[in-house]
């Protein structure tokens, strides 16, 4: 099973909403990964935490707080988002760091925030 | 500094012919990843194929081969009976050894018609 999956699908926020996007995968994988994408553009790096530990943030603003929970789960929280924030959120995992380790991605979530 | 390039923005193929996604990359890690994802436009991110920089033989997933040429820093992407689910956003990706990053590449959009 090689699946990751992503909840929820399409959200819609207002700049002053609190809200959560959920990952979890169940392949045994300990370095799990948030992304950002534009449309027609590469994903961008946002998150990577290995073994439940922050591993990188890059550089990203505090109105988007990662979460770890445990080795499964992967959460993204949302506050007082911009415009611009909209974009497709794409989780992933991989078996650990380093050439080998292929990444799988959920299917993502689609914000919007007006 | 790690790079990849995708020179092609956009390419069309006949149902059924064979197609090949250019990717150029640049690194000074001698052991490195290369990776080639497919995205339909419902944005999940596939992987495809991937390629190590020791390995000997060119990788081969179904009707996806890796055209690995180590010299020329080329790894292309080659579909056999292109098919019309085929049509996507493909991207080229690199990691380093030890490293949790990815960079990927530009993407390819690919267009295939009946």
């Known amino acids: 099973d090689t699946e990751v999956t992503q909840t929820p699908k399409h959200l819609v926020m207002g700049m002053t909403n609190k809200k959560s996007l959920k990952c979890e995968q169940h392949?045994?994988?300990?370095?799990m990964y948030w992304y950002k994408q534009k449309a027609k553009k590469p994903p961008e790096l946002m998150f990577v935490y290995s073994y439940e530990k922050l591993s990188i943030n890059e550089s990203v603003p505090s109105r988007f707080s990662p979460e770890c929970p445990n080795s499964s789960l992967l959460n993204l929280h949302l506050h007082a988002l911009q415009p611009e924030d909209s974009a497709l959120y794409l989780c992933?995992?991989?078996?650990?760091?380093?050439?080998?380790?292929?990444?799988?991605f959920g299917p993502g979530t689609r914000l919007t925030v007006t | 500094a790690q790079k990849i390039t995708q020179t092609q923005p956009g390419m069309f193929v006949q149902e059924k012919e064979a197609v090949t996604l250019d990717c150029t990359y640049d690194?000074?890690?001698?052991?490195?990843?290369l990776f080639w994802y497919k995205q339909p436009s419902s944005g999940e991110m596939i992987f495809l194929i991937y390629q190590g920089s020791y390995d000997e033989q060119n990788a081969t997933e179904g009707r996806y081969s890796l055209n690995f040429q180590k010299a020329r820093k080329s790894a292309n992407l080659v579909i056999s009976a292109s098919q019309l689910g085929d049509s996507a956003m493909y991207f080229c990706?690199?990691?380093?050894?030890?490293?949790?990053?990815?960079?990927f590449g530009a993407g390819t959009r690919l267009f295939v018609k009946a």
């Open positions: 990706a690199m990691r380093g050894a030890g490293g949790f990053k990815t960079i």
């Open positions: 992933a995992s991989s078996q650990g760091r380093g050439g080998r380790s292929e990444q799988y």
């Open positions: 690194t000074s890690d001698q052991s490195y990843g």
């Open positions: 392949m045994g994988h300990r370095a």
